[in-house]
């Protein structure tokens, strides 16, 4: 591993302040789950590592004003702890299932997670249909992007080189409206997934059809997670049932252009793609109280 300079910031104004005088071989780690394995890659070679770990005014879970807000250095143990995320947001403690083990989920962080900006961080699908935004924050002020403007690509984010990522935050969940999580990959448990898939089904109360379905796919056409907005298309104002749910299956297989590596084929990507987005869809109607009309 390569030699650099560290630097620790007393709080997140002493960073703001390090950040406008340093936009070059700068990187920031909080608990370095993911930037380490890439610096021992060699896929990074940092000038300067920024330890953010001593912010603790970054770790929180709040909810004000109908949105829950997320610190960016609350860790998924954290979030999956606080009182605040109660059974309607189930889904992260999916999520935390198959994320990694207890030191992984100790240490993996919220922004770490999104600015990662990549296939294999599953916070982001979640976050994608919940329709998060993100708070951003440099000394010239703030400012909030919604999360599928964020992620411009694999490893690129729009934030400027003396900005940082301060909060994420999305709406509340309703009595009416549900949000699941499938993930599926070599193993059960601390895996790189073939396919994960996250789904958010809003319903009319009376009628009982979707008002607002999101779903999300670690990768759809491209490298980062992605919104299926053709498979959407299908769901949104039907009832779902079982003829519903295959017809969105069918489009979603035309609509995903997936590759091949040594890990699965594109065939098989695209076939669980299918098969997991009618459970993750069949899971947010039992969450919501209903049931697939056969």
Known sequence: MRRFDMFVPENLEDLLKFLDGHQTGVHLIANGTDLINRIQRKQVTPKTLVDLSGLRELNYVKKAGGMINLGALTTISDLIAS?????????????????????IINMATIGG???????????????????????????HGERAI????????????????????????????DKNSACSFEKIGMRNSLIIAFVNCAVYLKVDAQS????????AFNRVNGKIPQRAKQAEAKLKGKRIDEHVLSDA???????????????ASEEY???????ILKRTLRACTEKIGGRILV
Do not use: H, M, W
């Open 83 to 103: 009182p605040i995320i109660d059974a309607r947001y189930d889904v992260f403690r999916e999520v935390a299932n198959k994320f990694g083990g207890p030191s």
């Open 113 to 139: 997670n999104i600015c990662a900006a990549s296939s294999s961080e599953d916070l982001l699908p979640v976050f994608l249909v919940l329709a998060a935004e993100v708070q951003v924050r440099s000394t």
């Open 146 to 173: 919604p999360l599928e403007r964020f992620l411009n690509g694999k490893r690129s984010t729009e934030l400027a080189p003396n900005e940082i990522l301060v909060e994420t935050r999305f709406p509340e969940l």
């Open 208 to 215: 009982k059809v979707a008002d607002e379905v999101r779903i």
């Open 249 to 263: 299956a069918s489009t979603l297989r035309d609509e995903v252009k997936l590759s091949s590596d040594f890990r």
């Open 269 to 275: 990507r695209v076939e669980v793609a299918c098969a």
